[in-house]
């Protein structure tokens, strides 16, 4: 039972960490490249186009491509994760995709 509460223990950590690195690297990914343009304005303007999660997720794909900044899958989620941490809030269960 003890082995158990451990293993347990460590993957929670695991993956506390790795989402705390994604939202890290979407911090700093979005602050290299994307808010030079995307102030925290445009977001909250009238006309945005991220209505839900995957209208999110497409919108951080379509900008980084013409950007052509080649970012992995991985990036573009973590890009999209940090913009629904701190400006968005789309609910949870859509955003663990």
Known sequence: M??????????????AHAQDTSATRGRLLYGNHCVECHTQQMHWRDQRLARDWDT?????????????????????QAVARYLNE?????PQAQAQR
Request: proline share 0%; glycine share 8%.
């Open 2 to 15: 003890r082995l158990l509460f451990v293993a347990l223990a460590a993957f929670a950590a695991t993956s």
């Open 56 to 76: 999110l997720l497409g919108q951080v794909r379509r900008f980084q491509g013409i950007a052509g900044l080649n970012w992995a899958e991985d990036d573009v």
């Open 86 to 90: 701190t400006i968005y809030r789309f």
